[in-house]
């Protein structure tokens, strides 16, 4: 199984936190589990984009995928009694809010540290924010 729209792979968010987490909990972080928090990413940086088909993969949306599902997983660490799992990484991406991040990654006037190159077809239609709060 794979995410929806293929933003990120479960690979990427691995990397990204150095944790296999299949190894961690077989059960509640099988890999299937794990995509399907990709899926929800995704789902939600299209809501933010104000679109329902998948985009073009920039730079910005595929980093975007990557910390949003990081957030959730290691979410899903602390209730299983995990309260690391961030890898190397500093606790400021994946302790920020969610509207934080998508402001950062997607965020057309946002000063980003990602190059993101414009997609084809998305309207930059801000839904309510209060959806993402």
Partial sequence: ??????????ADVENYTGIDYSTVDSVALADGKSEKKITIAERIINAYLGVTTGQTVT????SCTIILAAHFLHQNLIVLGYDEGKGGHSDDLLGMKIPDILTMFLDETADSFVESIPMSGA???KPD???FL
Avoid: V
């Fill in 1 to 10: 199984m794979a995410s929806t729209y293929g933003y990120a792979t479960l």
């Fill in 129 to 131: 924010s209060r959806m």
């Fill in 59 to 62: 730079d910005g949306i595929k």
């Fill in 123 to 125: 309207s930059y239609h």
